[in-house]
């Protein structure tokens, strides 16, 4: 029912920031706690950081420290801001909510070594 679109991925450098945005298709986000997961090739599917509605946020131990969730909600986004970037977080990156029946494009990340 709610649409989610991945934006503002591209070509970085190691060491250079990015941030994405999940555009949510209606207002949600109080409601619904929204996560950015990356797939690499080959490699599993996984969550890189979430936050809740209640404003919450968790993070994969990788990148504690150096991306940051947040949330618009009356813009109904939620960004990643991603600083320091490593060759090896190089993925498709997606948004989901906790249910993760369907899931959208991504947005293509490529760190440059």
């Known amino acids: 029912q709610v649409q989610l679109v991945e934006s503002g991925g591209g070509l970085v450098q190691a060491g250079g920031s990015l941030r994405l945005s999940c555009a949510a298709s209606?207002?949600?986000?109080?409601?619904?706690?929204v996560g950015w997961y990356r797939q690499a090739p080959g490699k599993q599917r996984e969550l890189v950081a979430r936050?809740?509605?209640?404003?919450?946020?968790n993070y994969a131990d990788s990148v504690l420290g150096r991306f940051t969730i947040s949330r618009d909600n009356a813009k109904n986004t939620v960004y990643l801001q991603m600083n320091s970037l490593k060759p090896e977080e190089t993925a498709v990156y997606y948004c989901n909510t906790d249910a993760r029946i369907y899931w959208g494009q991504g947005t293509q990340v490529t760190v440059s070594s």
């Open positions: 209606e207002s949600i986000l109080s409601i619904f706690a």
């Open positions: 936050i809740t509605a209640g404003g919450n946020t």
